[in-house]
């Protein structure tokens, strides 16, 4: 039977429970355990598929079709497990079940209530599809003290009562502030927090204390004293200079040891060069790369989460530090193209909605286009990359997608039906925003001799989608006969996937969302060629002369 192990936060948001989760996670697989996590997000939103970019973070997509919490992404990359649906529940998805059972007349007409019925369905969740793995870590969002988490509080004490101490224990993260005009560290953020969750009826057995500066001995055993924990289980987990060294920080501190003790298993030997390595080039690379990210959600970083992680991996995988020039689509031109990318090795276009910033990112294709400078389009910028070309290449001047409203030449435009596996999918312009669009793995059948080809090593792949929005066939001979060479397509040949354009030294878009299968230990190949062609472009200096396709400048 797996055991548990359940993450709570206090003090403040933000601390990094996903991070310690999965680093967690990551010392126990080193150690030779299966591991599986997992997240209990409080908020009411079914799941965070319609949230701003900006206000969340961004969205997880699973290879089941699951849009999910950023920290899924966390899990992944730090142990190689790939999430499934199972592993991202809400108060939104717990509603909406219990709700449905009740007008079904599930409840035979009892009164319904947060306990039992609401806790019995979290208790359910968590339970579920656990046979196969030795430690299961679930994180609870949000922090302690905040209303809507007490349903799942309560959940995991019953849990914690019911499955017993050796297979279910508590890790909260708390932070412990340094006041710089006493020049002391704090302790009483953090024992008010333990007393609140004890009050809940939950103890810690493991208390994980975030500090930008070392704890001392004594400040530990005051914590321990007062909330009633094990000295050695008060753990410090200090700033670092890479989220990639933080597994090794952990493990120096004993808190895999301390876990293991707790359910009283053997400590087994633990081997951590892969992460010794992967820390090693983050902190000695060779060289390094400038690449632009024009994007629309530049306000926040975590928008673009994966994609960060994704060209480090790649940096890692190349020997160079991978050096990001956000540049925000909404107030980007042509004009200021030579001027802001100028010193650049690369260009990406991420993935985005609506209408705002498409001029900024059109630009961005036109400039790369034009300069032979590595360009990578992912989703959205796939879609930028052919209307683009389309505009100035094909001769298609109102060239534009549905997206934007309607079109006489919709060089993309929605998808109304698809297949997935031996079904088929449909949708309407009219119905629900949310879980509507082309989510989860599809394969991907990529034409011999491409650019793409060669990146992958195959013909044959599997990728993550995300997007309601497609680039319309009719324009493929059309594109092709200007050069853009549509190199994947889904295998029955109605959905294009990747695009590339001859004649350039690195230029590709895909309809995919290849960050989100990217490992520190596994980059994915269209990044590490991608940062591997950025690296090309640095060592001979930027070009200015135009690709052999002349097009015609616009809004200059």
């Not at 306990?115 to 019995?120: A, E, K, L, N, Q």
């Not at 994947?488 to 290849?514: A, N, R, T, Y």
Request: hydrophobic share 40%; with cysteine.
């Amino acid at each position: 039977m797996a055991r548990f192990i359940f993450i709570t936060g206090g003090v403040v948001s933000s601390l990094g429970k996903g991070l310690a989760s999965a680093s967690l996670a990551a010392l126990l697989q080193a150690r030779g355990y299966k591991v599986r996590l997992r997240k209990l997000d409080p908020y009411l939103n079914v799941d965070p598929g319609t949230m701003n970019p900006i206000q969340h973070g961004e969205v997880f997509v699973t290879d089941d079709g699951a849009e999910t919490d950023l920290d899924l992404g966390h899990y992944e990359r730090f142990t190689g497990v790939n999430a499934r649906r199972g592993d991202n529940v809400t108060t939104g998805q717990i509603y909406s079940k219990l709700l449905a059972k009740e007008r079904k007349g599930d409840y035979l007409g009892g009164t319904v209530q947060v306990i039992p019925h609401v806790t019995d369905l979290i208790k359910e969740f968590v339970l579920k599809d656990t046979a196969d793995t030795d430690f299961i870590l679930c994180e609870i969002g949000g922090t302690v003290g905040d209303i809507e988490g007490l349903p799942f509080l309560e959940a995991i004490r019953q849990l914690g009562y019911e499955l017993g101490e050796k297979k279910a224990i508590f890790m909260h993260l708390t932070l412990v502030p340094y006041i710089a005009a006493a020049k002391e560290l704090k302790t009483k953020p953090t024992q008010h927090s333990v007393k609140e969750l004890q009050s809940l009826g939950i103890r810690p057995n493991i208390l994980l204390c975030r500090s930008e500066h070392e704890i001392p001995v004594s400040q530990r055993k005051k914590i321990g004293l007062f909330c009633n924990i094990k000295e050695d289980a008060v753990i410090q987990a200090l700033d670092t200079d890479t989220i990639y060294r933080v597994p090794l920080l952990y493990h120096h501190e004993g808190l895999d040891t301390a876990v293991l003790r707790e359910f009283g298993l053997p400590v087994k030997k633990i081997d951590l060069s892969t992460w010794e390595n992967i820390v090693k080039r983050v902190k000695s690379p060779a060289g390094q790369v400038n690449i632009a990210i024009v994007g629309k959600y530049i306000a926040l970083a975590d928008s673009y989460k994966s994609l960060i992680e994704s060209l480090d991996h790649a940096g890692i995988a190349n020997n160079v530090k991978v050096n990001i020039r956000w540049v925000d689509s909404r107030n980007f031109t042509l004009k200021q193209a030579s001027s802001t990318l100028k010193d650049v090795d690369a260009v990406l276009v991420p993935g985005g909605f609506g209408e705002g910033g498409i001029e900024g990112k059109l630009a961005a294709a036109t400039y790369a286009r034009e300069n032979n400078i590595p360009y990578f389009g992912i989703c959205f910028g796939m879609q930028m990359a052919v209307i683009e070309a389309a505009r100035n290449l094909a001769g298609v001047k109102d060239a534009s997608s549905t997206e934007f409203g309607p079109q006489k030449n919709p060089v993309v435009g929605l998808m109304t039906e698809w297949a997935k596996g031996n079904e088929v999918e449909k949708r309407k312009k009219s119905g629900d925003l949310g879980g509507t669009m082309r989510l989860g793995a599809y394969p991907c059948a990529i034409k011999a001799g491409t650019l793409a080809h060669k990146v992958y090593g195959s013909t044959k792949i599997s990728e993550r989608h995300r997007h309601r929005y497609e680039v319309n066939t009719n324009y493929i001979k059309s594109l092709e006969n200007v050069g853009l060479l549509f190199s994947g397509m889904s295998p029955d040949g109605k959905l294009p996937e990747i695009v590339e354009l001859k004649d350039h030294p690195w230029f590709i878009g895909v309809q995919f969302h290849p960050e989100f299968k990217s490992r520190p230990f596994e980059p994915h190949p269209l990044f590490k060629s991608f940062v591997a062609a950025a690296v090309t472009q640095s060592k001979k200096g930027k070009s200015t002369k135009p690709t052999k396709l002349k097009a015609a400048r616009y809004g200059a």
